[in-house]
């Protein structure tokens, strides 16, 4: 897998009405698009810094795994993933780390914010850190 960059930050958040706040008016950061990924139970925040974005994530139900990760992390947000830009797909990434023992979470990849493809890794193959590759669609 060649992986270019590091496509974004994921922050996990209680409220994105309370966070946004921060961000633009502290950092001077301007969130540049808001959206909700149903099936994912989220709505999401983006911030562009150089060629890096933060996302900011918020649960839209209790089963959701931002909500999940907030309440492990004592009703606390923080950073919640990693995401890294592949330059030759996710499916053959996801493939390659399960033929080198490694662990998934997404056997194939999904549609994630932004239209972005994407898959998880588990954070017991990648030392805790949960990490999400992820490639813009051909369009």
Sequence with gaps: ???????HVGIAVTSLEEAIPFYENLLGLKCYAIEEVEDQKVKTAFFKVGETKIE????????????????????RGGIQH??????D?????????QEKGGRVIDAAPRRGAEGLNIGFLHPKTTAGALVEL???PQE
């Design 1 to 7: 897998m060649k992986i270019s960059h590091i496509e």
């Design 56 to 75: 900011l994530l918020e649960g839209t139900a209790p089963e959701s795994a931002i909500t999940k990760f907030i309440e492990k992390n004592g009703g």
């Design 82 to 87: 990693v995401a890294f830009c592949v330059e």
């Design 89 to 97: 797909g996710v499916s053959g990434a996801l493939n390659e780390v």
């Design 134 to 136: 992820c490639e813009h």
